[in-house]
């Protein structure tokens, strides 16, 4: 499995931007499709946005459309989300997930469902105060 270490949460204004990065390491980072959930307190962890292993295809859930984006650098075995028009309901803790690239799975899209990763981060804590 891979091993993934998140950064750069941290405590924003409602209406501002942060970026978390997750850095990959043990495994050859482009065999997989990349993620990040997020759990808020005493709510389930829930997907939020993921890209495939080349980073021409990405998917977001509808709450982040517009005001969210994920990347990758392959070079850097690290994936990002910038995060801008933050609201207070985007508070939680963010957590990045590899999964491996799956033969006819060729899209993000099929790539939102926990039980699709084995790998996990610890999490990184992002706060938007008001």
């Known amino acids: 499995q891979v091993q993934l270490v998140e950064s750069g949460g941290g405590l924003v204004q409602a209406g501002g931007s942060l970026r978390v990065s997750c850095a990959a390491s043990g495994r050859p980072f482009m065999n997989y499709v990349m993620a990040w959930f997020r759990q808020a307190p005493g709510k389930e962890r829930e997907f939020v946005a993921s890209?495939?292993?080349?980073?021409?295809?990405?998917y977001n859930t509808d709450s982040v459309k517009g005001r969210f984006t994920i990347s990758r650098d392959n070079a850097k075995n690290t994936v990002y989300l910038q995060m801008n028009s933050l609201k207070r309901e985007d508070t939680a803790a963010y957590h990045c997930?590899?999964?491996?690239?799956?033969?006819?799975?060729?899209?993000?899209?099929?790539?939102?469902?926990?039980?699709?990763?084995?790998?996990w981060g610890q999490g990184t804590q992002v706060t938007v105060s008001s």
């Open positions: 997930a590899a999964a491996r690239t799956r033969p006819y799975y060729e899209d993000a899209s099929d790539y939102t469902e926990e039980k699709m990763y084995a790998s």
């Open positions: 890209i495939t292993w080349s980073g021409d295809k990405t």
